[in-house]
């Protein structure tokens, strides 16, 4: 029995033949039928059951142990961006106005890395491992439509893991962090009602923008005094219209903006503290306001004792120097976050760069090029933290 290592250098070629392929004929979200085609084959050959994503594109694939344990889901983003690739790589994207940059292809191609290890390994395995390859990340839609067709029911999901490129860190390295690793983003309109008049006469209107300047300025003290400083967020008016002539005070004036958090209950308080401040500040005015608050998508929080087993798999499959945290959050937004509202997951990173400087770019670039030793790296990490969550343990792999 030869270990995961070996298993993984045996077939890191044909790995990198995959992510090729799929780099040359990228698709955006909703359109990745020759993607799905692909990754079907792929598990075919694998002998992994697996069901279509409802009449939407993408794989919902599952792999069952031998002996009982627990039920880990490991997902892949498979879509492509809308945007001309400019790599001069000579396995470029061969569709005008389409390309990977940021990644995708190498999630896809590491997932069906370790959907094919796994399967060989099936009979020392105890649980079950879900494989999620997810249409329409870029467009956010993508998680959605795998909820609503199974992707973490029959039988239902104790931990998820995905794994995303990240060109601030070395090819080879795995990044982890606990806690906020990407902000939930929403969106807001608030409207101010009051009553309109000559504005040469207010003691005989409502003058809504006087409402709507007391609500933005009270806004502002939801991060300074509200929010912990230790905790991060975002409350942001980019929109504000009232008015259209100088002497007439308006009966309506109309705020919208963006609210940015790392942590659901911090979201959560958010909101409830704008409802409060937007109808109570209008009424003590004599007017009043409406906050219409639309969830976008929730935050990824990563789980702790999930972010402990992938740092176990890594130091003892790859090496302690392959570990690196995370320093910081980022305040991009992953749909990855919607799976994380019915069990609990973590988003870990792969280093993509190398000596190239083109490599250190950044994530949506049309430049960037991602070192691929990220694949096989990423089919350890998988490989090994879903055999600790699924409860076999690493002695299997070694
Ligand atoms: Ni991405």
């Known amino acids: 029995m030869s270990s995961l290592l070996e298993r ?10 995959y992510r090729r392929q799929i780099h040359q004929h990228p698709e955006p979200g909703f359109e990745e039928k020759e993607t799905t085609r692909l990754i079907c084959q792929v598990l075919d050959e694998a002998n992994i059951p697996y069901h279509s994503n409802g009449d939407k594109t993408g794989v919902i694939a599952t792999l069952t142990g ?28 061969q569709v005008p ?16 890395g370790a959907a094919r290890v796994l ?60 806690g906020g690793m990407l902000a939930a983003s929403d969106h807001f309109v608030i409207t101010v ?18 409402i709507g300047a007391h609500i933005i300025t009270e806004l502002q003290t939801i991060v300074s005094r509200r929010v912990a400083p230790v905790d991060s967020a975002v409350v942001s008016i980019g929109r504000l219209t009232a008015g259209n002539v100088s002497n007439v005070i308006p009966t309506e004036a109309v705020m919208e903006g963006t609210v940015r958090t790392l942590d659901a209950g911090t979201r959560e308080n958010i909101r409830a503290w704008m409802e409060k401040m937007v109808t109570l500040t209008a009424e003590a005015m004599g007017g009043e306001a409406q906050l219409d ?49 019915k069990a609990p997951g973590a988003f870990i990173r792969l280093g993509t760069a190398d000596e190239r400087p083109e490599s250190k770019g950044a994530l949506h670039s049309p430049t960037t090029v991602f070192n691929e030793k990220a694949i096989a790296t990423g089919v350890a990490a998988l490989v090994g933290t879903a055999f600790l969550l699924t409860g076999t343990g690493l002695d299997p792999l070694k």
């Open 293 to 341: 608050y639309e969830y976008g998508v929730p935050p990824v929080f990563c789980d702790s004792y999930i972010v402990d087993c992938v740092s176990q798999a890594v130091t003892e499959l790859l090496g302690p120097d392959k570990l690196l945290q995370v320093p910081t959050p980022s305040m991009g937004g992953e749909d990855f976050s919607f799976y994380m509202e």
């Open 8 to 17: 993984i250098a045996a077939i890191e070629p044909e790995l990198i033949g």
């Open 119 to 178: 399967s060989e390994y099936r009979d020392q395995l105890c649980g079950t491992i879900r494989f999620l390859f997810q249409p329409a990340e870029e467009t956010l839609g993508g998680s959605r439509s795998m909820i609503e067709n199974g992707a973490l029911i029959d039988p239902p999901v104790d931990y998820l893991l995905a794994a995303h490129t990240w060109p601030d860190m070395p090819a080879g390295s795995v990044g982890v962090r606990k």
């Open 97 to 112: 106005g389409v390309c990977h940059a940021c990644g995708h292809d190498i999630h896809t191609a590491t997932l069906m």
């Open 66 to 93: 031998a002996k009982p344990g627990k039920v880990v889901a490991l997902r892949a983003d498979i879509d492509a961006l809308k945007q001309t690739e400019q790599t001069g790589l000579e396995f470029s994207s």
């Open 193 to 210: 009602r009051g009553k309109s008049g000559h504005a040469a006469h207010p003691h005989r209107c409502i003058d809504p923008i006087v």
